[in-house]
């Protein structure tokens, strides 16, 4: 590319894409493990029918987060 083709709106658009793709990546990373450490913490309480609800019930897991200091 010479100097004359480049586009500043192009590549900060670019930039943004790459940074947004990145930041799904790591939230998914800290989702990830703020469900794992929920989980483990449910089962080891022997709450078995917590740890189901919570799986599919994003409300639910949310309260338990706050609940036990997750989130």
Do not use: H, P, W
């Not at 709106?9 to 799904?24: D, H, I, V």
């Amino acid at each position: 590319m010479c100097i004359t083709e480049y586009n500043e709106s192009e590549t900060m658009l670019m930039f943004k894409e790459e940074g947004r793709k990145e930041g799904q990546i790591e939230g998914r990373k800290e989702a990830e493990a703020m469900f794992g450490k929920l989980m483990s913490l449910l089962l080891a309480k022997g709450l078995t029918e917590d740890a189901k609800k919570a799986s599919v019930d994003k409300d639910f897991r949310i309260a338990l987060y706050k609940e036990y200091g997750i989130l």
